[in-house]
């Protein structure tokens, strides 16, 4: 089974760095290494050792990096070439020694093999002044809202919400099927919920990977987002258009109690608060009917904390 990890990248070069040093040091090496630049020139340049990556450059055009376009284009690019499976990676996030492997074990196998094959994520701690020591990554325990079965297992599960673009992998065959990430999404959020709901609806199951852990770099964010609080309003909107619900609804629930967006029971959706709206109260009370009081911001909320981009 021919391998290709897939990387999209704009910026983050010592945590790519760090990334290509683990993918290296793996039980089963990747046969190809895809690095999709968004607006990156330097990137281009870029030349690890051992040199085993092929650069795509991709023009983003606007400041909304448009991740799930790039994707794509790696995806495209690796069944170019012969990939069996495609393994995507985050910038942030560094393989363990089994990943790979765990997940070539798991496309082999024949009941789970045609499933969205996801493997568990470790959110590291700020590095320590001579870095992470790379050999003993293991002992930072993975995210705590997903599965993580035991090293050799699988645990399927047909909680398609939980998906995750962190670390996942699909065959040739479901890539296909899936039809690929829809790129009418630009920006923070959503694509990957959606690549999820796309696979729910043409068949294809999610399975939860044992020993195909990574593991997340640490790098200053703020929870909620809020400055990713357009992106999330755009994205959302859309996603809603095509599923007929709101994702991201704990980030949500707290830009409304922050009074940065607003219920519109006229449009049916959220929008930015206005100055009225401040005057009013009206950021802060939502309406009882809306989707944000019935929405439990526990689980949401830590789904929503895992969708770090690049």
Request: charged residues 20%; hydrophobic residues 40%; aromatic residues 10%.
């Amino acid at each position: 089974m021919r391998t290709a990890v897939i990387t999209v990248a704009h910026g983050r070069h010592d945590h790519l760095r760090r990334q290509h040093e683990m993918l290296w040091r793996s039980s089963v090496r990747a046969d190809d290494y895809f690095l999709v630049a968004i607006d990156d020139p330097a990137l281009a340049r870029w030349h690890p050792c051992p040199p085993v990556v092929t650069v795509i450059p991709f023009v983003g055009g606007s400041v909304e990096l448009p991740v799930a376009g790039a994707r794509n284009a790696g995806a495209v690019e690796a069944l170019r070439r012969g990939a069996d499976l495609l393994v995507f990676l985050d910038v942030d996030c560094l393989p363990s020694p089994d990943m790979i492997a765990s997940y070539v074990k798991a496309a082999e196998h024949r009941e789970h093999g045609s499933s969205l094959l996801c493997g568990a994520v470790a959110y590291l701690p700020p590095p320590p002044p001579g870095g992470y020591d790379l050999d003993r990554l293991d002992g930072h325990p993975p995210h705590r809202s997903r599965p993580t079965p035991a090293p050799g297992e699988l645990q399927p599960t047909g909680e398609h919400r939980l998906f995750w673009s962190l670390s996942f992998a699909v065959t040739r065959e479901v890539w296909e099927r899936v039809g690929g990430f829809c790129e009418e999404y630009r920006g923070y959020g959503a694509e990957d919920t959606d690549f999820a709901q796309l696979a729910k609806s043409v068949g294809v199951d999610l399975t939860w990977v044992g020993g195909a852990t990574a593991y997340h770099q640490w790098h200053a964010t703020s929870s909620p987002p809020v400055q990713h609080v357009d992106d999330i309003l755009r994205n959302g909107a859309i996603f809603a258009r095509r599923w007929g619900w709101w994702p991201m609804e704990g980030w949500l629930a707290q830009f409304v109690e922050l009074g940065l967006i607003r219920w519109d029971d006229a449009a049916q959706g959220y929008r930015r608060t206005s100055a009225e709206d401040a005057a009013a109260g009206s950021s802060t009370e939502p309406d009882p009917g809306s989707p944000v009081s019935s929405t439990s911001t526990g689980g949401s909320t830590e789904f929503a904390r895992a969708e770090v981009r690049v």
